[in-house]
Nanobody, 126 residues
Framework: QVQLVESGGGLVQAGGSLRLSCAAS??????GGWFRQAPGKEREPLAN????????HYADSVKGRFTISRDNSKNTVYLQMNSLKPEDTAVYYC?????????????????????WGQGTQVSVSS
């Protein structure tokens, strides 16, 4: 089992930055991902990263603004969010899995992740 705890959310003005952290306890995980869900909307995949960090993928909505990274010595995945917009307001979730997910498409599917954090609110004011 893997337990995930997110931190780093909060309120920021448009154009600002936040860094989310997702600390894992228990066993290690191979693939980490970040998703978000705004009120009345479906959960949206944002970014994912493989074990080595050499393979990362981003949704078009955050590409060039968000950066996913991981520190395996700390069993932690990060999401650096820059140039935040009001439409980025949502609850952000980290997720992890040890499944074999060989493509960007499979890594973007929420159902492929076995472990989830509790979520952290990110609010961006205009």
């Amino acid at each position: 089992q893997v337990q995930l705890v997110e931190s780093g959310g909060g309120l920021v003005q448009a154009g600002g930055s936040l860094r989310l952290s997702c600390a894992a306890s228990g066993r290690t995980f191979s693939i980490g991902g970040w998703f978000r869900q705004a009120p009345g909307k479906e959960r949206e995949p944002l970014a994912n990263i493989n074990w080595s960090g050499g393979s990362t993928h981003y949704a078009d909505s955050v590409k060039g603004r968000f950066t996913i990274s991981r520190d395996n010595s700390k069993n932690t995945v990060y999401l650096q969010m820059n140039s935040l917009k009001p439409e980025d307001t949502a609850v952000y979730y980290c997720a992890a899995t040890n499944r074999f997910l060989p493509t960007a498409q499979t890594m973007a599917i929420a159902a492929n992740y076995d472990y989830w954090g509790q979520g952290t609110q990110v609010s961006v004011s205009s």
